[in-house]
């Protein structure tokens, strides 16, 4: 006999009402854990006070601190470039050799000269010790008039005729000493080295082309450190000083980087009124790239007092930033508190701020932040600074002391644990 839809439906009734309760209780409880889970654990930080300045954001482009096309000193035959394009090479590595052969056989030569120069000379230095000792043992005979007139002539004549000639030979070591230096150079100039450390970028010659003294053979950057130039308005120039520090954020690799100044060229651009400064930023990785483009912030105005948080304490919301300020102690609890915040500059790894609700002192969120929703508890879990204060009181200022390790699903002090009670009776 066929059962029809609607008894087959009320047959199923009590099985669906059974689902629904399940999933009633479910709910509630997912409802009751997240709003009793416990407080955030998280990191804080010291507001502190220094003096600095407004800053500026720039754009500019990013170039190498040193570039150089590497000239051939001596004409020859390339008969070897030991590295390619993009290699990194330390100063005095070979970037391209010269055929040596007929150099080598100079300086050869040379140094045969100049032995043979040294022996004439110890030669000639031997005679003249031997004349000067013969015009001795005259003089001594002529002061007891045992020698004539004429012999001790002739002694003084060859005395100075064999210190002549060691001079004379002496002269001719010395040409020959310069010519060997001379082509030892010439030698040395047929291995091309690098002037700096930096990285090849382009090569002008290729194994078995000949080049001339003056010719380009490489290319060569450093980028170890690299310079942003940026234009700085006529307003802002007379804050801008060589070892200012300065920020330089490119947004191709979305990160920010330390700089510092390194020159402010006096020389305006007569059509925009801006002069170019350069700011260096100190690059071990290799990660910046010459030609990328950056936002740099520079000094604008004159240094004041400002309150300085870590960049990992503000939050961007739209168009306003916000910080979680923690208040409370270690007795009653910390909870994490909103504060508004009005950037002014970029310190290294600081922000410059302006609030009407942060004060030197207090402590804010570093880590841990980013789940954080409106005001709530927190656990502090981290906290070097607050413990070297030994204050409990955050709310005044102070630094607090890292309270003791507390569960991450304690309820903080005057919590409603009903709903933690129902739940569990539900679920017996």
């Known amino acids: 006999m066929a059962v029809c839809s609607q008894c087959r439906w009320r047959s199923q009734l009590p099985r669906r009402i059974l689902f629904l ?53 001596v004409e020859g035959l390339v008969i070897d470039i030991p590295l390619d394009y993009g290699a990194v090479v330390k100063k005095g590595d070979p970037i391209c050799m010269l055929r040596d052969v007929t150099r080598r056989l100079a300086v050869v030569e040379a140094k045969a000269g100049v032995a043979s120069l040294e022996g ?16 001795e043992r005259i003089m001594r005979l002529s002061k ?52 700096f450390d930096g990285t090849i970028t382009a090569k002008h010659t290729e194994v078995g082309q000949w080049v001339m003294a003056g010719n380009p053979t490489l290319e060569l950057v450093d980028l170890f450190t690299v310079r942003a130039r940026v234009m700085v308005p006529e307003s802002a120039i007379g804050f801008c000083n060589v070892s200012d520090a300065a920020n330089v954020t490119v947004d191709a690799l979305r990160r920010t980087f330390d700089g510092e100044i390194s020159r402010v060229i006096p020389d305006a651009d007569p059509q925009a009124n801006t002069f170019p400064t350069d700011i260096d930023i100190p690059n071990p990785d290799g990660v910046l790239k010459a030609g990328m483009f950056v936002r740099a912030k520079v000094p604008a ?25 923690a208040r409370g102690n270690s007795i009653d609890g910390f909870s994490a508190e909103v504060a508004p915040v009005s950037i002014v500059a970029e310190v290294m790894q600081y922000l410059a ?10 402590l804010v969120v570093v880590r841990g932040n980013e789940g954080l929703r409106g005001p709530g508890p927190i656990v502090i879990v981290s906290n070097d600074k607050a413990k070297s204060a030994g204050r409990s009181d955050v709310g005044k200022g102070g630094h607090a002391p890292t309270p003791k390790a507390q569960s991450p699903v304690s309820q903080p002090p005057g919590a409603d644990t009903t709903a933690n009670h129902k739940v569990d009776e539900k679920r017996s």
């Open 21 to 73: 309760h399940f999933f009633l209780v479910i709910s509630a409880t997912s409802t009751a854990r997240a709003q009793h889970g416990g407080p955030s654990q998280v990191e804080v930080e010291s507001v502190v006070q220094r003096e600095v300045a407004p800053t500026i954001e720039l754009v500019g482009v990013l170039r190498p601190s040193l570039r150089s096309i590497v000239a051939a000193d």
């Open 120 to 135: 004439e000379l110890e030669s000639r230095q031997a005679d003249a010790r031997k004349t000067a000792y013969e015009l």
């Open 144 to 195: 007891l008039d045992r020698s004539t007139d004429k012999e001790r002539v002739v002694a003084e004549a060859d005395h100075a005729a064999s210190d002549a000639k060691v001079r004379q030979c002496e002269a001719m070591l010395d040409e020959a000493r310069a010519r060997l230096g001379v082509v030892e150079d010439n030698l040395s100039r047929t291995r091309i080295t690098a002037p």
């Open 301 to 325: 105005g004159p240094k004041a007092l400002r309150m300085l948080v870590p960049k990992d304490a503000v939050l961007r919301r739209g168009p306003s930033s916000m910080v979680y300020v």
């Open 353 to 362: 701020v302006e609030s009407p609700v942060l004060k030197p002192g207090d």
